[in-house]
Nanobody, 121 residues
């Protein structure tokens, strides 16, 4: 499956952004989808994941209550709604696909190009 993330940009602390990731090539609804981010000079960090049906989700602790992952299987798209943004959320955000709903980047083996999110203080 091919993945293309979009929606990044510049936001002020406390603001919101919505990322989208469009999938193509294979049956989108067969995949668990995730968002992973990489800040400058740091390793990739799991952010959120959603089951193929959309009924189950996982989040890293630092974004719980602020970020929300969702998907539209009819549009082959996964979203990440980011609210109450903090400067430490600044990173390149990647969407990824896998087979098992888990916390952690190693569970996902298909990656798209990232989209940069910059949060100013």
């Amino acid at each position: 499956v091919q993945l293309q993330a979009s929606g990044g940009g510049l936001a002020q602390a406390g603001g919101s952004l919505r990322l989208s990731c469009a999938a193509s090539g294979r049956t989108f609804s067969n995949y668990v989808m995730a968002w992973v981010r990489q800040a400058p000079g740091k390793e990739r960090e799991f952010v959120a994941a959603i089951s193929w049906s959309g009924t189950s989700t996982r989040y890293t602790d630092s974004v719980k209550g602020r970020f929300s992952i969702s998907r539209d299987n009819a549009k082959s798209t996964v979203y990440l709604q980011m609210n109450s943004l903090k400067p430490e959320d600044t990173a390149v955000y990647y969407c990824a696909a896998g087979q098992i709903l888990r916390v952690g980047v190693t569970s996902y083996d298909c990656w798209g190009q990232g989209t940069l999110v910059t949060v100013s203080s």
